[in-house]
């Protein structure tokens, strides 16, 4: 499987960026299923991308969309409508942050 690694790795990956972690950027991010399984389900979706932004107030969060087979972002029509149906593209942001909404300790963030 493409992008696969073992749990070593991702124990020193996560254990570096611990280390080097800028004050305003999470330890990690928490999405729903359902809202993953929806963005995924949109017709056309090849890959799953994740842009990094700025909030307002300086905080960092994950920003999840899908792609199509030849890289391009399959986004809504406009800058400011959201999913009237199901098969309409969906941006994901707004995760729960972790600080302060963290997961119980495991190798990946203690």
């Known amino acids: ?14 254990e570096r960026y611990r280390n080097a972690q800028p004050a305003n950027y999470p330890l990690c991010e928490s999405f729903e299923l359902a809202s993953v399984q929806r963005l995924l389900a949109i017709p056309q979706a090849a890959y799953l991308r994740v842009y990094y932004g700025l909030k307002e107030d300086g905080k960092m969060d ?10 391009h ?4 029509p406009d800058l400011e409508s959201l999913a ?26 203690q």
């Not at 972002?73 to 809504?76: E, H, V």
Request: a negative charge; one cysteine or more; proline letters at 13%.
């Open 1 to 14: 499987m493409q992008h696969e690694i073992t749990l070593a790795t991702a124990v020193a990956m996560t």
């Open 62 to 71: 994950a920003i999840l969309v899908v792609a199509d087979s030849e890289g």
């Open 73 to 76: 972002d399959i986004l809504p």
């Open 84 to 109: 009237a149906n199901e098969t309409d593209p969906v941006i994901l942001q707004d995760g729960y942050r972790c600080p302060p909404a963290c997961p119980p300790a495991s190798p990946l963030n």
